[in-house]
């Protein structure tokens, strides 16, 4: 068996069943150390944990901050923490804007 792998992940995302999946799919390569946001905020509201990856969505409910601008409170609170969008939103435009805040 795959030794357990405590890597801080945090999945950022406000469809129910897709998190369940890919939180499922984590677990099953021995990610032991997932912590799951619906919201943005919320994810923002723990950036304190110091996460290693962020794997957040672009889109949440209406009012809430999208993930551009998640992703560049986390570029000032948290900089070393990567960040992988995860969308089905097809633009080349937040593609580059998401790019442009790596560098």
Not at 6 to 12: A, D, E, K, Q, R
Not at 29 to 49: D, M, V
């Amino acid at each position: 068996m795959a030794k357990p792998d405590y890597t801080s992940i945090f999945v950022v995302d406000d469809d129910h069943f897709f998190s369940r999946t890919l939180i499922h799919t984590l677990e099953g390569r021995n990610f032991k150390n997932i912590s799951f946001f619906q919201t943005g905020e919320e994810c923002i509201a723990e950036l304190n944990q110091r996460p290693e990856i962020i794997l957040l969505d672009q889109f949440f409910a209406d009012g809430q901050k999208t993930g551009l601008e998640v992703m560049k409170i986390i570029r000032e609170k948290s900089p070393a923490s990567k960040v992988i969008f995860l969308t089905a939103y097809d633009s080349q435009k937040l593609a580059q804007d998401s790019m442009a805040l790596v560098s």
